[in-house]
């Protein structure tokens, strides 16, 4: 009688340990997921914003930009045909 309550507690703590560890794994899985999700968030702001100064990077260099700031900002023109001195050496 005594070996089979030893037996039953014995087996009564095996189960209380597996069960434990059943919820400290999903418990785990869960932090790992959240983790995983909010990398996952960064690492897609990061593209976006990538997108965003790609976009930027391709308005900002575009043939003619500078002949309209200069034009705009700097009240500068085109040379006139006979303004235009050739310099030798």
């Excluded at 009564?12 to 785990?28: E, G, P, R, W």
């Excluded at 897609?44 to 997108?51: R, T, Y």
């Excluded at 006139?80 to 050496?89: A, T």
């Amino acid at each position: 009688m005594n070996a089979l309550r030893v037996t039953i507690v014995g087996l009564v703590m095996v189960n209380l340990t597996t069960a434990l560890s059943i919820v400290y794994s999903k418990h785990q899985s869960r932090m790992q997921f959240r983790d995983m999700r909010t990398v996952q968030k960064a690492i897609d702001d990061a593209n976006i914003e990538w997108g965003r100064l790609q976009i930027e990077e391709s308005t900002l260099a575009r043939y003619g930009r500078i002949e309209d700031l200069a034009t705009r900002k700097l009240n500068m023109r085109l040379p006139e045909h006979h303004e235009i001195k050739m310099v030798f050496k």
